[in-house]
């Protein structure tokens, strides 16, 4: 089945900020931040093709892969932004930078990294087994693999039951997301590595981590950090992988002051 972006929605006014959301999830993650945002910026939280209420297409053979993914959103906003992405969102912000220069005034990456996998080089990431016990058991327990992962990104977080019960309760308010959008956002994950296409990123970035993120290790943001040239990293402190939902007022914060700055 081919997956298709096409919905956001969109409040406020002044400079445009879109919003982009993690594996598995949708746009109505950001909502407690992109309301406070909405008072300084023009705002934007989409849902990923086959997400949320983005529909399944047949007719309009495309994949999901990271390039289709950017490609869709570069023709929906053609104007200059502030793209901010968070964990898978993030790789999707990092490539659209690449890829579409002229349409990323700033890039703001949320608990992500340029490969999310353990490979030769490469310690600060997840096992490659893990993602694939993850795609295995969505074929058998869709819904509770989804909430394992869940509990995965939490682990360690201040707030973590709080946060928790947040995303549990979000996670299926928008419908339940396309078997086939997940199992292409794991091979997303499993397979794409941009650390050497770093270097070309010429957005001010701004890298958001959580201190105690498990799934997204802080090397990989100081990493993300070191090797953009207009990089500069944010750590808040007690989060882990959802910052944005643990500790919104000190992201609200950091992302005002950039985009401000």
């Given at each position: 089945?081919?997956?298709?972006f096409?919905?956001y929605?969109?409040a406020g006014?002044?400079?445009?900020?879109?919003?982009i959301?993690?594996?598995?999830?949708?746009?109505?993650?950001?909502?407690?931040?992109?309301d406070?945002?909405a008072?300084h910026f023009n705002?934007y939280?989409v849902d990923l093709?086959?997400h949320g209420?983005?529909?399944?297409?047949?007719?309009l053979?495309?994949?999901?892969?990271?390039d289709?993914i950017v490609?869709?959103?570069?023709?929906?906003?053609?104007?200059p932004?502030?793209?901010?992405?968070?964990?898978l969102?993030?790789q999707v912000?990092?490539?659209?930078a690449?890829?579409?220069?002229?349409?990323?005034?700033?890039?703001v990456?949320?608990?992500?990294?340029p490969c999310?996998v353990r490979?030769d080089g490469w310690?600060y990431?997840?096992?490659?087994?893990?993602l694939e016990e993850?795609?295995a058991?969505l074929?058998?327990h869709?819904?509770?693999?989804l909430?394992?992962f869940?509990?995965?990104q939490?682990?360690?977080?201040e707030?973590e039951?709080?946060?928790?019960?947040?995303l549990?309760?979000?996670?299926?308010s928008?419908?339940?997301?396309?078997?086939?959008a997940?199992q292409s956002?794991l091979?997303i994950l499993?397979d794409s590595d941009l650390?050497s296409?770093?270097p070309e990123?010429?957005?001010p970035?701004?890298?958001?981590?959580g201190?105690?993120?498990?799934?997204?290790?802080?090397?990989?943001?100081?990493?993300l950090?070191t090797q953009i040239p207009a990089?500069?990293?944010?750590?808040?402190?007690g989060a882990?992988h959802?910052?944005?939902l643990?500790?919104?007022?000190?992201f609200?914060?950091l992302?005002?002051?950039?985009m401000?700055?």
């Amino acid at each position: 089945m081919n997956l298709h972006f096409d919905h956001y929605e969109s409040a406020g006014s002044g400079s445009p900020l879109l919003l982009i959301h993690g594996w598995g999830m949708h746009g109505g993650m950001w909502k407690n931040v992109a309301d406070r945002l909405a008072q300084h910026f023009n705002v934007y939280a989409v849902d990923l093709p086959g997400h949320g209420y983005s529909s399944r297409e047949r007719e309009l053979n495309r994949e999901f892969t990271l390039d289709s993914i950017v490609d869709q959103l570069s023709e929906q906003f053609d104007e200059p932004l502030t793209v901010c992405g968070w964990s898978l969102g993030g790789q999707v912000a990092l490539r659209w930078a690449l890829r579409h220069p002229q349409q990323v005034e700033r890039l703001v990456m949320v608990a992500s990294t340029p490969c999310f996998v353990r490979i030769d080089g490469w310690r600060y990431a997840l096992s490659v087994e893990i993602l694939e016990e993850f795609a295995a058991s969505l074929q058998h327990h869709y819904a509770l693999t989804l909430k394992r992962f869940l509990s995965l990104q939490l682990r360690g977080s201040e707030q973590e039951r709080e946060v928790l019960a947040i995303l549990r309760d979000g996670l299926f308010s928008r419908g339940e997301p396309e078997l086939s959008a997940l199992q292409s956002g794991l091979e997303i994950l499993r397979d794409s590595d941009l650390r050497s296409a770093l270097p070309e990123v010429g957005q001010p970035t701004l890298v958001l981590a959580g201190e105690r993120d498990t799934l997204i290790p802080l090397q990989a943001s100081q990493y993300l950090a070191t090797q953009i040239p207009a990089g500069r990293l944010a750590t808040i402190e007690g989060a882990a992988h959802a910052p944005f939902l643990s500790h919104p007022d000190e992201f609200v914060r950091l992302l005002r002051n950039f985009m401000e700055g």
